[in-house]
């Protein structure tokens, strides 16, 4: 992917240096947290100059590390479901060079900056591999969700009909928490029916998909440099179906991203946590009642049946 494809230049709160963090903080009026980074820069200058030396660990929105689960295809049915790690699981063969559909199935906000309700816009990407090239996809989409709370989506089209290359794909993901109020306004349109449909793809070469790429690309990032936006979550997964044990394989089902502290990377185990279909939600399995605490989107990878 070239580098002008992505938002390296646009780094997630998580990754912001401190006092731009503050700053940052300060205008979607997180005053307090801000203020804490403000004294602990002063007291050690030196040292304290990336965000890995925050002095708090308790705010979701900080973290910039991801850890990826799966739920595998279910017939219906009320038992709850275990969930493996992205890497645990075995691709499904039939799929190579073959067509899907990836939907967005839940958007849960822990916490987002400013608190209150948020109004993420979300810019997914992938890679469209036809015949004899490869087309580099972005589709915008904008969700409204109160703090502590999920969206109410469920099945939202995103890519209909992505074309699946011999290695797999390539799949990508970056979210802005808007509270400017112009920007408010502006982003309405992306809830029209039009961009609710997805982005339908052939098994050909599409014309039209470059420029409108640009276009939903360009918005991202103008929309996340302006004043009280600020990027959240950005997570690349490339699924393939090698055996290869650090990587994520390519199957039908759901897809989850976690955003969560470095240090419980290594510790993370999802066999604690099971999906319960009766109610849609992801809990600890020896304590129902208690929910993932932290930021985290489910999105699911099916046949497409053109």
Known sequence: ??????FDELPVLGKLPVAKAAAKLREVG?????????????????????PNWWPFQDKPWQHTAHTFGHLAETTHGNAPLAIRHAGEISADKTLKDSRIKITLDCLRVAAYPGGGTHRVLFDFYAQNQVPGDVEHLHFNATYRVREGEQAAIMGFPIFVGLNVGGEGVAFKCFTVNVQNDEDETFL???????FKAGLKLTSTLQPAIAPFSQMALGLTKSI??????VPVQDFYMGLDFSSIATRARLAEGSYLAVQLPEALQAVWDWSEWMFYPANGQIVNKTEPTQLIPYNYIVYSVSR???
């Open 188 to 194: 309405g349109f992306l809830e029209s029916d039009v």
């Open 304 to 306: 497409y049946e053109d």
């Open 30 to 50: 997180e005053n307090d947290a801000a203020a804490a980074l403000d004294a602990e820069l002063k007291r050690t200058p030196q040292t304290f100059g990336t």
């Open 1 to 6: 992917m070239k580098h002008n494809e992505w």
């Open 224 to 229: 996340a440099m302006r004043h009280r936006n």
